[in-house]
């Protein structure tokens, strides 16, 4: 059973807490903030004088702008054309390792899924040779938060008729997928430990519920995901025979206080389905269904 609400990248609120022994491969990291932090770390460990204001300078600029390093990291500001510079010749990253970063910080903050997805494939090209082991994951993880047929093909694998066979599952799914997109989808599958096989050889899911935690930065790494189901839906709605779809609408006037409430009881609802119906071990299933529920804000 899929929730999509992979945990976020969190940062301590204190950047020295930590000791960082070895110098951080900028190709390793998929978020520009944790990378800027273990580089200042390793840094500060390298030359225990030295701090958040000498990186500043560094960077090329003056005391006014004292403390901007620790409210990069802690996500209270961002970077801009000057200080991604300023900030690679600080870290004394190579061309290269310049251009990655660069790519990342544009990644991270791009506001449309057009723009992360090309600033994606430019981090991809630019780690192509180099000793990132998380690259090849990062890529899977991030197609399986921008293409509807992942998900599926999770759930498909645990009815108790699925066949390994990619002419079987294009047939199951209605023709809408490529035998190309169905090898490539159990291989990012298996990359990411979202399914194995068992002793039988047989693939399984590794565990009976993923669930992604509802946060802003996952919001905004999967609103192509729910983009693509929605349009799914609405096909659905039209195309669909009665006994195969089901829907139900609400809209309603609130207090601005009770969208929060709101937000709170569609996590509450969605554990429930979870828990009764996401957790089967029986190999009973024969059909792969989605539920889908959305809360949004109307008026300004």
């Known amino acids: 059973?899929?929730?999509?609400?992979?945990?976020?990248?969190?940062?301590?609120?204190?950047?020295?807490?930590?000791?960082?022994?070895?110098?951080?491969?900028?190709?390793?990291?998929?978020?520009?903030?944790?990378?800027?932090?273990?580089m200042y770390l390793f840094k500060k460990n390298r030359s225990p004088g030295f701090s958040e204001n000498a990186f500043i300078y560094a960077a090329g600029f003056g005391k006014n702008s004292r403390g901007y390093l620790g409210l990069v990291i802690k996500n209270k500001r961002n970077l801009t054309s000057k200080s991604i510079l300023g900030f690679s010749t600080a870290m004394e990253l190579s061309g290269e390792e310049s251009i990655y970063f660069e790519n990342m910080v544009l990644f991270n903050q791009a506001n449309s899924e057009k723009e992360k997805i090309c600033f994606f494939e430019r981090m991809k090209v630019g780690a192509r040779g180099k000793k990132a082991k998380l690259v090849k994951v990062l890529e899977h993880q991030y197609r399986y938060l921008n293409e509807w047929h992942l998900v599926v093909l999770r759930e498909l694998i645990e009815l108790r008729d699925f066949r390994e066979d990619p002419e079987w599952i294009i047939q199951k799914l209605g023709r809408k997928l490529s035998k190309d997109k169905v090898i490539e989808?159990?291989?990012?599958?298996?990359?990411?430990?979202?399914?194995?096989?068992?002793?039988?050889?047989?693939?399984?899911?590794?565990?009976?519920?993923?669930?992604?935690?509802?946060?802003?930065?996952?919001?905004?790494?999967?609103s192509n995901l729910h983009h693509q189901f929605a349009l799914s839906a609405a096909d659905a709605m039209t195309n669909k025979p009665y006994d195969q779809r089901a829907a139900q609408l609400i809209t309603l006037s609130i207090p601005r206080a009770g969208f929060e409430q709101l937000r709170s009881e569609m996590k509450a609802f969605t554990k429930k389905i979870l828990e009764q119906y996401g957790s089967a071990t029986d190999s009973s299933s024969d059909i792969v269904v989605q539920l889908g529920a959305q809360l949004i804000q109307i008026t300004e």
């Open 185 to 222: 989808g159990l291989a990012d599958l298996q990359g990411l430990g979202l399914i194995t096989r068992n002793d039988a050889g047989r693939l399984v899911q590794s565990e009976p519920v993923v669930l992604f935690e509802d946060t802003t930065v996952n919001f905004q790494n999967s």
């Open 1 to 38: 059973m899929q929730v999509t609400e992979v945990a976020p990248n969190g940062v301590e609120e204190n950047i020295e807490e930590r000791i960082v022994t070895e110098r951080p491969a900028v190709f390793n990291y998929l978020n520009y903030r944790p990378f800027l932090r273990d």
